[in-house]
């Protein structure tokens, strides 16, 4: 096989997109309760309130059952899960990791500023999910209480040889916090080892029993180690090749110079270009930052469109979905420094035409109906007790990379 076609992932894959957690939640609990050995499952945010509570009790009832089930959760992202389901968990057997907890420090430390922020999910080695939305109800948030509207978030079901890849990637995750707490490594290689075999024969026999054809996917992974800028170079690809429209969700958009230039030439050369960004103030340091980088690509003639009903979330684009090249990605990094430079990440590319309208669609109707298109006037005459602030967090977010060791 050619690198290329390394690239775009094997034709094999069979590929669902899920809106929110009135979608996503019911197909995760419906195949976590046939899971038939083990669940693995990664998450910034594990909160129990609402419909994040159905999650916790179907992880309680597959360990009940006697399956394996490991549970990740990032140690800021999740400073505390609640002593009762934390007891409830150890009690039913649902095995619990923490990455990266925070200590006495905090985020004073800029080692700490490394977070666990993808979002996946392995059942069986089969069948994998991934995307940007938390364990977390879409009509509650930790900050802000109880939302009129729903995040705008999305992830994707997948089936396929990339499962196995996602799983060994968990699992090898997995064992390296259980070394972090001083057991033997030698032991932990050996069980390790073990697993890994067991799961080769498994999945190859019921990747044989598979002969269709399907979509062509790939996960891309994003660490500190050996796939330092993956994702970021697959969008400044995939922008590159535009001929006809690109159009990019995104929660906290601060993208870096070489991706904003890849943006204002494909606009420059024709291409449409459509951003979907967060229109609901959440933070200061990710709301204000984002604004100073909107001038240039406004010159550009790329259309920012703000989504006010509740807060966007999602992590999405879709490049020439009508053309010939169609291609999409659903994931949990963001198109900014913390994402790109600092957490662990993961995405779903998917080169297929049918699914590629399916998002095009939903983020259409997200632009054209509650959002709000930005008027480069209105941008450009904004106050300038806003300006301040922009250039403020603007400027405290690139001290804080330059204390990280990073630049952007």
Not at 44 to 53: E, H
Not at 106 to 116: A, S, T
Not at 205 to 213: D, G, L, T, V, Y
Not at 224 to 233: A, K
Request: aromatic share 8%.
């Amino acid at each position: 096989m050619t690198l290329a076609a390394r690239r775009l992932g094997r034709a094999n894959h069979q590929v669902a997109l899920l809106q929110g957690t009135l979608e996503f939640f019911p197909a995760l609990i419906a195949a976590m309760d046939l899971a038939q050995s083990d669940i693995q499952l990664e998450t910034y945010i594990f909160d129990c309130t609402g419909s994040g509570a159905d999650v916790a009790r179907a992880l309680v009832r597959a360990a009940l059952r006697g399956l394996r089930v490991h549970l990740v959760v990032d140690g800021f992202g999740t400073a505390q899960l609640p002593p009762a389901w934390r007891a409830l968990f150890a009690r039913c057997g649902v095995r619990l990791q923490v990455y990266s907890p925070m200590g006495r420090l905090g985020l004073l430390l800029p080692k700490r500023w490394r977070r666990l922020h993808r979002k996946l999910c392995v059942v069986d080695g089969r069948l994998l999910f991934c995307g940007g939305i938390n364990i977390l109800d879409d009509f509650y948030d930790p900050n802000h209480g109880t939302l009129a509207a729903p995040r705008l978030d999305f992830a994707v079901r997948v089936q396929g040889s990339l499962v196995q890849q996602a799983s060994e990637t968990m699992e090898q995750l997995w064992w390296n916090l259980r070394a972090g707490q001083d057991m033997r490594q030698r032991r932990l290689g050996l069980a390790l080892a073990d697993w890994r075999a067991a799961r080769a024969a498994r999945f190859k026999q019921r990747h044989a029993e598979q002969a269709s054809r399907g979509m062509r996917a790939a996960l891309l992974l994003r660490d500190n180690l050996r796939h330092r800028s993956r994702i970021e170079r697959s969008y400044r690809r995939a922008i590159a090749r535009a001929r006809h429209e690109i159009i990019i969700a995104n929660a906290y958009f601060i993208p870096g110079a070489k991706l904003r230039r890849a943006l204002q030439h494909a606009a420059g050369r024709g291409v449409r270009v459509q951003l979907l960004l967060q229109g609901r103030y959440e933070y200061f340091m990710q709301y204000h930052a984002a604004r100073p980088v909107y001038g240039a690509l406004l010159a550009a003639g790329v259309e920012i469109y703000e989504y006010a009903p509740s807060f966007l979330h999602a992590k999405v684009a879709v490049i020439d979905a009508q053309g010939a090249r169609p291609w999409a990605t659903v994931g949990s990094s963001n198109l900014d420094p913390l994402s790109l430079l600092l957490a662990r990440e993961a995405n779903v590319m998917v080169r297929d035409a049918d699914f590629a309208r399916q998002l095009r669609a939903r983020l259409l109707a997200a632009m054209q109906q509650p959002g709000q298109r930005l008027n480069p006037l209105h941008y450009a005459d904004r106050p300038w007790q806003q300006r301040l602030l922009d250039r403020l967090a603007f400027g405290l977010m690139r001290a804080a990379l330059w204390l990280s060791g990073n630049r952007y």
